[in-house]
């Protein structure tokens, strides 16, 4: 089936740790985003990617790095440098510009970090 | 963010009628989403406005005035499932805060 998909759904480190996220996706989407969602807050973009070796900083970038050297994958890594890692992270991705104007945004099933 | 608006939270009797607004800065506007998101899990997709008018889906409908920068979500006939944040989104998928709907019996 296609899908989205984001490992682990839990994660703990401690801090100081820098530690990578992962998203995959098997949907042929161009565009892949990053989101961070803090309890009762809405989503904040992180960083996004529209093509291959491509990406930009969302509006909450420092102290995150991302890599898109695949189509497929968006791996997200929390460095040390985020002053609060802990959240819940999720992963979402679009066709593109060459879905047309109306494309839904997928998304994962989400990555909740723990920095201790 | 964009400055896309929404009530943080709200709360509705089951079998009511309830509307979720969101406003959002109009320029260099593409469309607007809304998602819905259970506590926990990941958001899914509602529905899509880019022309102004309402659109119908079952239960749920969303209406848009691009001149206004003004949307809304209607939920009919609640049921106690509905209970959730509520997400609006403009194109370039910039989100608003959500909004927690509370269902009371």
């Known amino acids: 089936d296609g899908g989205i998909t984001q490992s682990p759904k839990y994660l703990f480190r401690k801090e100081g740790q820098n530690v990578t996220l992962s998203c995959e996706q098997n949907l042929n989407h161009d565009a892949m985003y990053w989101y961070r969602q803090d309890p009762g807050q809405g989503l904040r973009l992180i960083y996004y990617s529209q093509i291959v070796n491509d990406f930009q900083k969302g509006d909450i970038a420092e102290g995150y790095s991302v890599s898109r050297e695949k189509k497929e994958s968006f791996p997200l890594t929390v460095t040390s440098a985020q002053k609060n890692p802990t959240a819940f992270y999720l992963c979402a991705s679009r066709p593109g510009l060459a879905g047309g104007l109306y494309n839904e945004q997928f998304f994962g099933p989400g990555t909740r970090l723990t920095v201790l | 963010g964009q400055n896309i608006d929404q009530p943080t939270e709200m709360t509705a009797t089951e079998g009511a009628i309830v509307q979720i607004n969101c406003t959002y800065q109009?320029?260099?506007?593409?469309?607007l989403f809304w998602y819905q998101q259970h506590a926990g899990e990941a958001p899914t997709f509602l529905s899509y406005n880019v022309l102004d008018g309402l659109e119908e889906k079952g239960r749920f409908s969303s209406f848009l005035s691009r001149s206004k920068g003004y949307s809304y979500l209607l939920l009919k006939e609640l049921q106690m499932k509905d209970s959730a944040s509520y997400l609006c989104?403009?194109?370039?998928?910039?989100f608003g805060k959500g909004t927690r709907l509370h269902i009371l019996p």
């Open positions: 109009t320029s260099g506007f593409n469309g």
């Open positions: 989104a403009r194109e370039k998928i910039i």
